[in-house]
């Protein structure tokens, strides 16, 4: 288990669970669908890309749910879920 999850600062820091969960999914598939990661890779895991991008604000979701990419600028944040 990443120590991310142990505590509650990525929890509050995105509204909640099944936010974090959703933010979480839909990063995910778009890295698995060739995102590129907006942090380091270094070997790290999707998982830790994502955790690691959602604590140094790269990536939220928006009102609507919608995963948003802190800084557009940054790279490719790869397919809207709705291409899919």
Sequence with gaps: MLDEF??????????????LSSLIQKRLVALNRGARPLI??????????????????????????????ANEDVGDAGPNLDDL
């Design 6 to 19: 142990k505590e509650e600062e990525i929890v509050n820091k995105v509204g909640g669970r099944f936010k």
């Design 40 to 69: 380091d890779q270094q070997t790290k895991t999707p998982m830790e890309i994502v955790v690691e991008e959602i604590m140094t604000d790269k990536i939220y979701l928006d009102q609507s749910g919608e995963l948003v990419v």
